[in-house]
Every structure is written in C-alpha cells, then in structure tokens.
C-alpha cells in the first residue's frame, strides 16, 4: 500500500515515524520546503519540531508534488484552514480513487465541515481520522487512539490495515458527521476549562464544568445530525478530555492565558487557533440560532467574551449563573 503523508510538521512527522516501521507499506512524507527535506532525509531530525528525537532512518520525505499521483492512502496533516485550498490547487495529482484521510480539527474557511468541503471538489473515497492523541506521544510510540469514520466499508478496512501491529488503537463509525462536529467542539470547550482553571484552581469546579460542557457538546452534535454514540468513542470523549485536561493543548493554555488575565479580548483573537474560530462559526450557525437563547449558555458566553466588551468576572458569573438554572 502506497501512503503519502502531507505535511511534515509535528503530526504528519509522528505518524510517519510510527507507520514507517510497517515493511508492508510504501510511506513518503510530503514537505513544502527543501530544508524540512534534507533535515529529515540527511540528519533524520525535524528541527523544528522534534529537535532531540532521533527519527527512524528509513522515513523519507519528498517535496514533489507528482509523488500524489501513486497514492493509494493520502493522509492529509495540514491546518484545518488550509487542507481544502491545498486539495483544490492538487488535486490534479491525486488518483481519483485514492483514500484521503482528513487528521485535522476544525472547520474550513467556507464554515462547513472540512469533509463537507472536500466532497465538493473531490470524488475520492474520504476518512475522518480523530483521537486523543498528541503528536508528542505518538512520536515516542506511547499507545494511542483514533476513530476512523467512514461511509465505505472498504476505507475502514484500509485503516485496520495501515495502523495493525503499530500502538496506535482504533474504533470505528460510520457517523463522519459526529465525529467531524466532536473534534472541532472539543476545542471550543477546551478554551472554557482552561479560563476555568485559571479563575479557581479547584478540582470541585473543574468537573462540575467538565460535566456540563460535554452535555452541552453533545446536545450541539445531535443538532448537527450526529450521533449521540459517537460522543462515547475515541474521538468524542477521549479527545474532548486530552484537550481539555492536559497543558499541552494550544485551546486550553489559551483558555488559561485569558484567565488569568495575560491577554485581553484585543489580543486572544488574534491567535490563530482553532477554537477561536470554532466558537464563531457554530454560535452563528442555523442550528444553534434556530435554538432557544439559553440552551446553550455556555458557547454563548464564550461567543460574547471574544466578539464584545465582555470582562472575565462577567463571563464567570454567566456561566455559573446559567448552571443553577439548568
């Protein structure tokens, strides 16, 4: 099986790494630059993100476009905001049966979900590809876990291949839509229990948040027309707990930031992180502004603190008033 990994940043380089030990697959990195390529190839490190981590000599990166066209499984690692203009302007390089394996969390800039989005412009058969899993793990071989969502039992098949023998754990689901929505709310809340956090210290106060942020989050996947089931598999509450808990989430030491008081609403939004931009697009979605105002107090207080004059005291107060009246 020929696999290309697009992207050598700090996912598609752990993954290759993991992969790469498999004498049944063919897996290339697929790099933007030349110095990523001769750091890679040449030293067997990625300076910028795994600086002291020895890569496994045998992976290999390239930054020829045309290696698309022998793909059977192309795995995109790639910001959300970038992965549909990236396909759009390389497509021409792709098999039109080639799997594409979408890795990142979010929405793309058209506000839909980033298979939604790539189902416009591409035939091929899609993966949704979600876990609790930082790339800082997976790169040390740490066991981890995905969800593999796809319509096509023949895709599924292809991931239980490509990830059998490694210690990388999957579950499955047909639901692209609950697992695409759990991943990019996950965000959302992390962001929340971060400012949490920060403001009390307390582990009282921190699963109280935590219960009723995943209620909320899964009453929002249900709307977009997932399944409540999703929200138990890796992608759902695994995911939306690593994100929220551990320090290593870019949402939640975002959350932490604001919360104790290291950054303003002027300068957190101009942090280009997922979150941000995951509150703004489903607080202003048909679904939620179909909703009642206060079914979900806690997106909406969120929404208020970044898009208005809306101090942290005033923010805390709202979340826990909308608690007791729930």
Do not use: W
């Not at 189902?119 to 949704?128: T, Y």
């Not at 490509?162 to 639901?175: K, N, Q, R, W």
């Amino acid at each position: 099986m020929n696999i290309v990994i697009v992207g050598a940043g700090s996912f598609g380089t752990a993954l290759g790494n993991v992969l790469i030990k498999k004498d049944d697959l063919d897996l290339l990195l697929l790099a933007r630059n030349k110095e990523t390529e001769h750091a890679i190839n040449k030293k067997h490190f990625n300076d910028r993100y795994f600086p002291n981590f020895r890569l496994d000599t045998r992976l290999q990166v390239s930054t020829d476009k045309s290696i698309l066209e022998h793909a059977d499984v192309v795995f995109l690692a790639l910001p959300s905001a970038s992965v549909i203009e990236y396909v759009q302007k390389n497509k021409k390089y792709m098999d039109s049966e080639a799997v594409m394996v979408v890795l990142s969390k979010g929405f793309g800039k058209n506000n839909k979900t980033i298979v939604d989005s790539l189902r416009e412009i591409v035939s091929n058969p899609i993966c949704s590809l979600k876990g609790p899993t930082f790339a800082a793990d997976l790169i040390h071989n740490n066991p981890s876990a995905f969800t593999a969502a796809s319509a096509e039992e023949s895709v599924i098949d292809s991931m239980r291949r490509i990830f059998e023998g490694t210690a990388v754990y999957l579950d499955y689901s047909s639901d692209i839509v609950g697992v695409e929505i759990a991943s990019a709310l996950k965000n959302i809340y992390a962001i929340l229990l971060g400012i949490i956090d920060a403001h009390f210290n307390s582990a009282n106060v921190r699963f109280l948040i935590l219960t009723k942020a995943f209620h909320e989050m899964k009453n929002i996947v249900l709307l977009f027309g997932g399944s409540e089931e999703t929200l138990y598999k890796y992608c759902g509450f695994g995911d939306f707990n690593l994100t929220a808990l551990n320090d290593l989430s870019r949402n939640r030491t975002l959350g932490l930031l604001i919360g104790k008081g290291f950054l303003n609403n002027d300068t957190s939004n101009s942090i280009i992180l997922e979150g941000i931009r995951t509150i703004n697009t489903v607080f202003n979605s048909k679904y939620i502004q179909d909703a009642t105002e206060s079914a979900f107090p806690l997106l909406g207080a969120l929404y208020r603190l970044f898009n208005s004059d809306y101090s942290i005291h005033a923010f805390i107060s709202d979340v826990f008033d909308s608690i007791k009246g729930s």
